[in-house]
C-alpha cells in the first residue's frame, strides 16, 4: 500500500506540472564529474563525487559540489546507502551574476535494487534527500535556512555491447522524476525530470569514461518558471581496493 501510494503521487506530480502553463528558459551546460569508489570489503564501500557544472553558452559557473556515502551491499541485488552533499551554487541564470555562492547542505539516503533481464541490466534507485538551502536575496547572504524533503525515482538500464578482460563499452539509458515536500515547497511539488544517454568505456578494472547527453526539466519555486537543460556530461569513475592481510 505505501508503494502504490508513492507511485502515485509521483505520477500525479508529472501529470500536473503537464498541465500547467509554462515560461521556459532553455540552457546549454557542462558538467564535469570525479567519482571515486572505494571498496572497503565485500560489503562495505565509500563512495565520493566532485562535481563542476558550467553554462556554454555565455560560459558561466553554474555550481560545484561535493558528494561523500557509505554503501552497504545486502546481496547481489540490493544495497543501501546514505551520505551528506555540499553545493555551491553562483548561479541558475547565466545572464545575471552575482559576487557570491549560496550553499546548500544536504543529507541522503537511498535504496537501489538490480535485476538481469537477458543482456540488460535494470536497476531501480529510491532516494531521499534532506535540503538546507542557506537563505540569501540579490545582495547577499542572509542569516538562517530553508529545509525541503526531495524524493527521487530512477529507473535504468544498462547493456554491455563489448567486453575483452577488463575492458568493456556498454551504453545507459535513464530516467529519473523528483518531486519535493514540505511546508516550504508551495508551487513547485514536481521539481524535474532528468532523461539521460551515455555511453560508458571500461579502461582497465580500476577506470571508467563516460559521456552522456542529460535533459533535464525542472520546475522553479514560482511554478510557472521551467529551465529546460540541455547537458553535455563526462564523467571519469576510479576505483580503489583497500589490501586487506590474509
Keep these: 500500500m505505501k508503494i502504490n ?30 567519482y ?27 555550481l560545484y559540489e561535493f558528494r561523500i556515502q557509505g554503501r552497504y551491499k545486502i546481496n547481489d541485488k540490493l544495497d543501501l546507502g546514505a551520505g551528506f552533499a555540499h553545493f555551491s551554487v553562483a548561479t541558475q541564470d547565466p545572464e545575471i ?26 536497476m531501480q534507485r529510491f532516494q531521499v534527500e534532506e535540503r538546507f538551502f542557506h537563505n540569501a536575496n540579490k545582495e547577499g547572504l542572509l542569516p538562517g535556512t530553508t529545509f525541503y524533503w526531495r524524493f527521487r525515482y530512477r529507473f535504468q538500464g544498462e547493456h554491455t555491447f563489448w567486453k575483452k578482460e577488463n575492458q568493456f563499452l556498454k551504453a ?8 519535493n515536500a514540505g511546508e516550504n515547497s508551495v508551487k513547485n511539488t514536481f521539481d524535474q525530470n532528468r532523461i539521460y544517454a551515455a555511453l560508458h568505456f571500461g579502461v582497465n578494472k580500476n577506470m571508467a569514461l563516460e559521456l552522456g547527453y542529460l535533459n533535464s526539466f525542472q520546475q522553479r519555486a514560482s511554478g510557472v518558471d521551467y529551465f529546460d537543460r540541455d547537458i553535455i556530461r563526462f564523467t571519469f569513475f576510479h576505483k580503489i581496493k583497500i589490501k586487506t592481510k590474509k
Design 5 to 34: 501510494s508513492i507511485l502515485l503521487l509521483f505520477l500525479g506530480c508529472a501529470f500536473s506540472y503537464a498541465q500547467t502553463e509554462k515560461n521556459v528558459d532553455h540552457q546549454s551546460l557542462l558538467w564535469t564529474r570525479y
Design 36 to 62: 571515486n569508489l572505494l571498496t572497503i570489503n565485500q560489503k562495505w564501500s565509500v563512495h565520493s563525487e566532485f562535481d563542476n557544472r558550467i553554462f556554454i553558452n555565455p560560459v558561466k559557473e553554474n
Design 97 to 122: 551574476t552575482y559576487d557570491f555562492n549560496v550553499p546548500e547542505y544536504r543529507g541522503q539516503q537511498d535504496i537501489i535494487w538490480k535485476q538481469d533481464i537477458g543482456k540488460i541490466t535494470i
Design 172 to 179: 545507459v539509458l535513464s530516467d529519473e522524476i523528483m518531486i
